[in-house]
């Protein structure tokens, strides 16, 4: 099993949550001190590896070049797999969108000139879609075709240009909370060979976990109900979700060195 995004640089202490059962756990950066400390936690365990970048709720630091020449040289470590966590994120009016937008044509770049795959956050304020429009459209106006909607909110629009420019769909623990309809809807159509899952743990716990801190191991209830969802066993979805991480992040035994 694979947790294809999760927050270990949140952890305390990461020897408790890096569990050593799952194939894969990538866990993601979100400024430039937490993805100095992301990448040492992938050189520190070989099941762990790295996504270096720039939030967009941090999108302001992306304008330093020192800032950026950091990330860029991170990214070209074996064990960093993506580039971001970046996008589109107006729920808490941390940064301008015209801020968002500058991070995030620096970071589709950067992916671009080391042929990595690019993780989208998109949220939105609550009962607005304008963010999840401006995502789409700059996926458009992008075209880039390597990429994960990471915890992915249900928006149509948004799924339609990640599907038409071949991205990945993850879903996170928020799939299995019970007004998440249009979580559910998507999770029964996509396609097998564009589908993912995380726990962008310490976040977003599934049930029956909800409540608690997050873990990457709580990936499997996710799992579980997204193979309730689509009538398939958890074995099954297991065995796709993995070989669909394993493509998109390149995983192999280059990957794997320290």
């Given at each position: 099993m694979t947790d294809t995004h999760c927050h270990l640089d949140y952890c305390p202490d990461p020897d408790a949550v890096a569990d050593k059962t799952l194939a894969a756990i990538v866990s993601i950066g979100t400024?430039?001190?937490r993805c100095q400390r992301t990448l040492e936690l992938a050189q520190t365990y070989a099941n762990v590896w790295a996504a270096v970048g720039i939030h967009p709720n941090n999108a302001s630091d992306a304008k330093n070049p020192e800032v950026r020449q950091k990330i860029e040289d991170m990214a070209r470590h074996p064990k960093v797999v993506a580039i971001g966590e970046t996008g589109f994120d107006t729920h808490w009016d941390d940064e301008t969108l015209e801020t968002q937008r500058e991070g995030?044509?620096?970071q589709v770049d950067l992916a671009r000139r080391l042929d990595k795959p690019l993780i989208l956050h998109v949220r939105d304020k609550q009962h607005r879609e304008d963010t999840s429009?401006?995502?789409a459209?700059?996926?458009?106006?992008t075209n880039y075709s390597k990429g994960i909607l990471h915890c992915f909110n249900g928006h149509q629009k948004l799924l339609e240009t990640g599907l038409e420019l071949g991205w990945m769909v993850s879903f996170a623990g928020n799939l299995t909370y019970p007004k998440a309809k249009e979580l559910h809807e998507a999770a029964k159509i996509i396609s097998k060979d564009r589908l993912l899952v995380e726990t962008d743990s310490p976040f977003l716990s599934p049930i029956p976990k909800r409540g608690e801190k997050n873990v990457?191991?709580?990936v499997r209830l996710t799992a579980a109900f997204l193979a309730t969802l689509r009538n398939e066993s958890p074995e099954e979805v297991e065995m796709y979700t993995d070989a669909n991480a394993k493509q998109i992040y390149q995983l192999s035994?280059?990957?794997q060195l320290a």
């Amino acid at each position: 099993m694979t947790d294809t995004h999760c927050h270990l640089d949140y952890c305390p202490d990461p020897d408790a949550v890096a569990d050593k059962t799952l194939a894969a756990i990538v866990s993601i950066g979100t400024n430039i001190e937490r993805c100095q400390r992301t990448l040492e936690l992938a050189q520190t365990y070989a099941n762990v590896w790295a996504a270096v970048g720039i939030h967009p709720n941090n999108a302001s630091d992306a304008k330093n070049p020192e800032v950026r020449q950091k990330i860029e040289d991170m990214a070209r470590h074996p064990k960093v797999v993506a580039i971001g966590e970046t996008g589109f994120d107006t729920h808490w009016d941390d940064e301008t969108l015209e801020t968002q937008r500058e991070g995030f044509l620096w970071q589709v770049d950067l992916a671009r000139r080391l042929d990595k795959p690019l993780i989208l956050h998109v949220r939105d304020k609550q009962h607005r879609e304008d963010t999840s429009l401006e995502a789409a459209r700059m996926l458009k106006e992008t075209n880039y075709s390597k990429g994960i909607l990471h915890c992915f909110n249900g928006h149509q629009k948004l799924l339609e240009t990640g599907l038409e420019l071949g991205w990945m769909v993850s879903f996170a623990g928020n799939l299995t909370y019970p007004k998440a309809k249009e979580l559910h809807e998507a999770a029964k159509i996509i396609s097998k060979d564009r589908l993912l899952v995380e726990t962008d743990s310490p976040f977003l716990s599934p049930i029956p976990k909800r409540g608690e801190k997050n873990v990457p191991a709580n990936v499997r209830l996710t799992a579980a109900f997204l193979a309730t969802l689509r009538n398939e066993s958890p074995e099954e979805v297991e065995m796709y979700t993995d070989a669909n991480a394993k493509q998109i992040y390149q995983l192999s035994p280059r990957t794997q060195l320290a």
